[in-house]
Nanobody, 123 residues
Framework: QVQLVESGGGLVQTGGSLRLSCTAS????????MGWFRRVPGKEREFVAA????????TIADSVKGRFTMSRDGSSNTVHLQMVALRPEDTAVYYC????????????????WGQGTQVTVSS
């Protein structure tokens, strides 16, 4: 059974940093595009970042560009979302996603999703 498990969320003050991790089990996602999304209760899920592979330049949402970066640790089948200069509006549940098709990831239509990790930024 394929599983994506996010970790690293928590409570941080404005201007702080967090690094989210998403570890895959049940199969390898070495050649799979992967992405990060976030959702605030009552709002639509929002795209955050995605890449085709660890060698490609990630696509980053304008709302977090310059503050968030995405990377992959192939040896541990894990992708990371490094977040710095966090703002209260970054508060959300963050999800990772994976799919063989990059455009499906970008559209939020990926086959595989994690359960999410809560990020709360206090003002």
């Amino acid at each position: 059974q394929v599983q994506l498990v996010e970790s690293g969320g928590g409570l941080v003050q404005t201007g702080g940093s967090l690094r989210l991790s998403c570890t895959a089990s049940g199969r390898t996602f070495d050649n799979y595009p992967m992405g990060w999304f976030r959702r605030v209760p009552g709002k639509e899920r929002e795209f955050v970042a995605a890449f085709i592979s660890e060698d490609s330049t990630p696509t980053i949402a304008d709302s977090v560009k310059g503050r968030f970066t995405m990377s992959r640790d192939g040896s541990s089948n894990t992708v990371h979302l490094q977040m710095v200069a966090l703002r209260p509006e970054d508060t959300a549940v963050y999800y990772c996603a994976a799919d063989y098709n990059y455009h499906r990831v970008l559209r939020g239509a990926a086959d595989y999703w994690g359960q999410g990790t809560q990020v709360t930024v206090s003002s």
